[in-house]
């Protein structure tokens, strides 16, 4: 498949607080690419500059942000310093992680038209694409509800829609479960594996999350940030069994890969195992040994 999205070399620092301090570096010599259909998943810690990559990938940096930049990113060939932020919001679609910051406060139809309505979308094609997206996020039913009465999950569900009616090629979640209730993480886990299932390799995913166990279940490759550096790359599985590294970064580890390794260390065995069905049987024959053992 081709590479949809570039990083080269790329360093951005952030305007300084006060004048006379020194510029704040985001992205320290970021380079990765991701091919179109993938999916892509990043984590690290509060400030490893998460935020960051996904504001670089729709060019809210650096043409919203100020600052200064070094190095390249690439959207299907574009290069994000020479187009302006309009041009890549077709491209690119962007879900924070507050749910209110992702609704502009009016009922769930207009929410979701208000992306195509800006890009000049002729009214009959806005009202189809309004239908798929609601379909595709499961909130056709909520479709005149006002945004201001909907749970945290359900605005984060029509953000995806907002999102996905402009028809990207690119759809970034910056941590989208992270200030909801179980209920609500939920709600937007099923809606985002739902969304994968019906586009398949006609949507690219960057998913910025914490959640490793999500990541795992979701991603086709990972890395890791630490201080604006990538740490970490490759396949989930290869990524989160490296238990020592992670930890020694603060990262999260899949829940199961971290009682094995807790396990293994107690009891001086190998577990290396990141899932639920692949720690059982072994956890099973290791209380079977250490039982027939005293």
Known sequence: MPELIEFHD???????????EEMVTALDGISFSVSAGEVLGVTGTGSSGKSSLALAMNGLI???????????????????KRTTVPQLASRVGLVFQDPESNLVGLNVEDEVAFGPENLGVPANEIHTRIGWALEAVGMEA???????????????????????????EILVLDEP????D???????????RALRQRQGTALTVVMIEQDADLLL????????????????EG???????????????????????????????????DLPCLTRDEALPRLRSLLDETGRHG
């Open 62 to 80: 650096p043409h919203a942000t100020g600052g200064s930049l070094r190095g390249d990113v690439y959207i299907d060939g574009i290069n994000t």
């Open 182 to 192: 179980p209920v609500g993480k939920t709600e937007v886990v099923d809606a985002i």
């Open 10 to 20: 790329f360093v951005f620092r952030y305007p300084a607080m006060v004048e006379g």
């Open 217 to 232: 279940g979701f991603a086709d490759q990972v890395i890791v940030l630490d201080q604006g550096k990538i740490r970490l």
């Open 235 to 269: 396949e989930p599985r290869q990524v989160f069994a490296r238990l020592p590294e992670l930890i020694e970064l603060g990262v999260a580890i899949p829940q199961v890969a971290e009682l094995c390794h807790v396990l293994g260390e107690r009891l001086d065995v």
């Open 142 to 168: 909520f479709r005149d509800r006002a945004s201001s009465q909907l749970s945290g999950g359900q605005k984060q569900r029509v953000a995806l829609a907002a999102a996905l009616a402009m028809q990207p």
């Open 177 to 180: 479960t992270a200030q909801l």
